[in-house]
């Protein structure tokens, strides 16, 4: 579990092809402190495990699964990518809960700088979408964000010059994409709304008459 506070970004050493799938070492700079073979490790935005430490440089085996669903699989050497260590019981949490279990994949449609603000608006898939609303929570890259509007193409969402400066997404251009995990409580509220079928049981038309729902 993580908090979508990204602590550093990483830099891939190497990349590679494997009978399993794909082997990423990654420099994980400062966040290396106290990392283990075995430990989990939000790799931008995916949770990956260790299986081998040299230094601060860790070695990631991808699954196919995960290559299918992120963006893991364009990594090469040189490239960065947002780093957080996974969360222990008594720390602060200053994002949102994060699972590193990534719904899909999204595409920077455009960037909006006009004065201080910062908007980014990403087209996305119907099935990403539909477990997102307006000012909740997402994931985007591993970095906590929240969504300013949510439509049937696409979402947006601001961005403060420290998470600009201090996460990948800043480096992010107009046709990249990007790893998106949606608010796991929203998918499991989503998921009982949908098996409500009781008389004058909840549902995601009653609450969208009752103005809960856009």
């Not at 969360?87 to 449609?109: K, P």
Request: charged share 25%.
């Amino acid at each position: 579990m993580f908090t979508g506070l990204i602590e550093a970004i990483g830099t891939v050493r190497a990349a590679a092809a494997t009978a399993a799938g794909r082997r990423l070492e990654v420099d994980l700079g400062a966040a290396a402190d106290g990392v283990r073979p075995g430990d989990s490790v939000n790799l931008g935005g995916a949770c990956q495990t260790v299986v081998d430490l040299r230094g601060a440089v860790a070695a990631f085996d991808v699954v196919p699964e995960t290559l299918r669903l992120t963006t893991l699989g364009d990594l090469a050497s040189g490239d960065r990518v947002n780093l957080e260590r996974s969360l222990r019981l008594g720390d602060r949490l200053g994002g949102h809960l994060v699972t590193g279990h990534v719904d899909g994949v999204a595409r920077l449609a455009e960037r909006r700088e006009r004065g201080p603000e910062r908007l980014w608006r990403f087209e996305a898939s119907a099935d990403l979408l539909g477990s997102m609303v307006p000012k909740g929570s997402v994931a985007v890259d591993g970095a906590s964000l929240t969504l300013v509007d949510v439509g049937p193409a696409g979402f947006s969402v601001a961005l403060i010059p420290t998470t600009l400066e201090r996460t990948t997404l800043g480096a992010l251009p107009v046709g990249g994409r990007a790893n998106v995990e949606t608010d796991v409580l929203g998918k499991y509220v989503l998921k009982l709304l949908g098996g409500a079928k009781a008389p004058g049981g909840l549902s995601l038309d009653g609450l969208r008459e009752a103005g809960f729902l856009d």
